[in-house]
Every structure is written in structure tokens, then in C-alpha cells.
């Protein structure tokens, strides 16, 4: 019964996949363009499921996005590793509720190894906790639900039980460059986004450890501090060491990192200098789906207090026996997929060594893409490239027309953003599969469109 859709499934990734390094990388494609193609009344009988597949397949191919290719710099996007991909194939097939172990032993076991194995690569201690969920965003979200339970149990309140509403909240401390979905991470937690107090950044992005500590010296009572590995637009991570120093005296503080893709520096021995320290936070948000290569969606809540993270997560109910090995006691979802499988199956593809080299040579991808583009006298790159960003601005063109030329070209993929309150150009090299040749021909394609634009 399966065998048919498997095969139109198996042929249509084959082609997809055959097909990703030298498709246009994302051109722009209007709404209506897509809606036309797709959008149709629910049919009142159903249909073939050969058919529904293959119609689909035809609907959906121009706005798909060679996001999974060597040549997408978009935002920080990776690509599924084979051995990935694979066992995201085999984690559908067998459709296992990794909710709990009485679900899917398979699933929780499998999840208990990748979970050592990640703390072992990022050098994080081998006793934390960790929470397979969706990404960075649910996974900073988790983190701080364990750092406000735990903070506010300190002060005799439990949060779970009796709310908010007349709690004494601790005070939130963040960089002024905290990632967005941080941001949010604190607005669903209820300890609203604009509350927290802001500790001004250096030139990359970095929280300053100076201003962490006058700041803190005008604070009383818990503190929760949230800092960050890997600035979205500079990579550059906050001075972990110096942080937690300035926290060291003070018993009821949480220090929180989101390292959504920054934090897997720790498993480069080259790259792990810049992320020095992080190891002695209490709680870390990083993402599966960027830098190692598994597919969308999977991210890890890394807490060192477990039963902080439990007791914030904790779903319990008569029918529901929640044990230590329950997948679902770490994050907030209940019934969800085996995602750490190809988290598994992507790590022991690569091995420690493969994850170091795949680090390491988007770090010199990224390296050579800004020498190569700031040989060009009208492109200014304005970060250290010390990771895999690279920030860039032409000097007198548009920051945006070039990002939409070099989008309608298709060539590679880059996007935009704001710094130093101008738009600039945000190139992002985090895919196992991107080549040397690949940087070189998007670099020279973005030059050739520079030099056919006209100056402002
Ligand atoms: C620093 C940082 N935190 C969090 C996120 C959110 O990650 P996700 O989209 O996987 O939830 C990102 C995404 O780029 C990020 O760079």
C-alpha cells in the first residue's frame, strides 16, 4: 500500500536533492503566483494518493528554495547531512509519539545518547539536562522557564502553581543585541521583553562586561542574565568568562546563553577560544537544524539543573506515568516526533572530527568570502569574520537593490539587515556542502552585480 508513494517520494527527493546545487537559489516569486498553482476548493471525494503527490510536486516547484544548498547565505540556514535525512526519513516511517518511553523506548534511548553526545561535543557539563524541541526559539523558551522556576523557588514562590501575578520576578538582564526570538522567549515567559534591563554592546555586538557589572551593581535580588554565542550578523559571542565572573558573588543569578549556532564553536578546537567560558552558565539554548547539519525542525534546551527544567515542563496527569527517561518531561510540547534521531544519525555520521572540520571550514569559507569581497573597492565588510558571518555594505550603492539583485540573480542567496542603524548585506556560511568554488562564484557574481549598478 506504501510501496507506491515511497517510490514517487523516493524519485521526486532523488531529482530534488540531484538538483539543489545549481538551481536558481531563491528567486523572488509573487503570492499570486504561488496561490494560483496551489490553492483550490477541498475536494468533496479524495483523491489518489499517487496523484495528490504528483500534483503537488508540479504546484510547489517554483517556490521552493535551494535553502539545503552549498550556495544559500541566507539568515543561518543549513542543509540536511545524508545520514540525517535518512533517519528524518525513518523517523516518519515509523511514526513513533517520542512523548514517553512507554511510546517509543527506541525514541528515548536514542534521545538519551544524541543528548551525551551534544554535551560532550560543546564541552557542556556531562550532567545537564537536555530538551529536543523544535529550534533556538522554543529552546530559549525552555531554558528560561527552568531559570524562573528555579530563581523564583529561591524566593518561596513557585511560579507553576500560583502564576505571576504577585511574584517577586527577578530581574532580566540582556545584552543590547539579543536575538529576537529571545526577546520573545521573554514576552511568553510573562517577564515581558521590554522590562529587561539592557547591557550596552561593543562593536561586534558583544555584551560589555564593564556595563554588565555597573549595571548589576544597581540591582538587588535575583538577576536572571541572558547572553549570547554567535551575534546573528557578526557571529561574534559575549565574554562568557568575564560574565560569569562579574555573577560569581551573587548566589541568586541564572545565566542563560543562546548559542543557537554560535555555541557549536566549543566543538572546534580551533573556534573554542571564542566561545571560552560558556560552560560555566547554568542553562544553553542551540540549534540541530543550523550548523550540524540536521533537518528542520530540532533544537536542544541544555540545562545544568534538571529538575529545575522538569519541574518548569513537567506534564503530568492519572493516565500519564512521567519518568525520568520521558523525552516530553524536558520540553514543552507533549506528544512530538523522534527528533533527536537524526541528530544521532547526523553526529555519528561525522564523528568529533567531521563536526570540528564542518565548523571549521565555514569558518574559513565565511574568511574567504570577505577577503575575497573586500577586494572590491566599493565593498566595506564590517566584522571580525572570526565565525561565519559576514557583514558587508557597499560603500556607495544600496545596501538593499544589491540584496535583491543578488536574489533575482539566483546565483547564491543573501539577505539584509540593520547596522549601526544603516542597512547592510548578511552573508551566512553554515552548510556542510558549500565549496571553495562556491564561495568563489557567488563572490564574483555579487562583484559583477555591483559593478553594473549604477551609484546612487
Ligand atoms: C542567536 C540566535 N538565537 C535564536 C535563533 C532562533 O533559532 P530558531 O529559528 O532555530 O528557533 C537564532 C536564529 O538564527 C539565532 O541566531
Known sequence: MFDDV????????GDWLAGLGERPVGVPVAPATMRARIDAELPEEGEPASRVLDDLAAAI???LVASAGPRYFGFVTGGALP??????WMVTAADQNAALYAMSPAAAV????AARWVLDLLGLPGDATVGFGTGAQMANVSCLAAARRALLLGQGWDVESDGLAGAPVPTVVIGEQA???LLQALRLLGFGSGRAVRVPVDDQGRMRADALRARLDDLDGPVLVCAQAGNVDTGASDPFAAIADALAARPD???HVDGAFGLWAAAAPGRRHLVAGVERADSWAVDAHKWPGVPYDCGMAVVRDGAALAGALTTSAAYIGFGELDPSSRVP????RARATPVYAALRSLGRRGVADLVERCCALARQAADELARHPEIEVLNAVELNQVLFRPRRLDARELAAAVQRDGTCWIGTTVWDG???LRLSVSNWSTTREDITRSTDRVLALVDAARPR
Open 6 to 13: 515511497l517510490d514517487r517520494a523516493r524519485r521526486w527527493a
Open 61 to 63: 516547484e517554483p517556490g
Open 422 to 424: 544603516r542597512p547592510a
Open 179 to 181: 536575538h529576537a526570538t
Open 253 to 255: 543569578a541564572w545565566l
Open 83 to 88: 545520514a540525517a535525512l535518512g533517519a528524518d
Open 333 to 336: 510540547e507533549s506528544s512530538r
Open 110 to 113: 536514542v534521545e538519551e545518547t
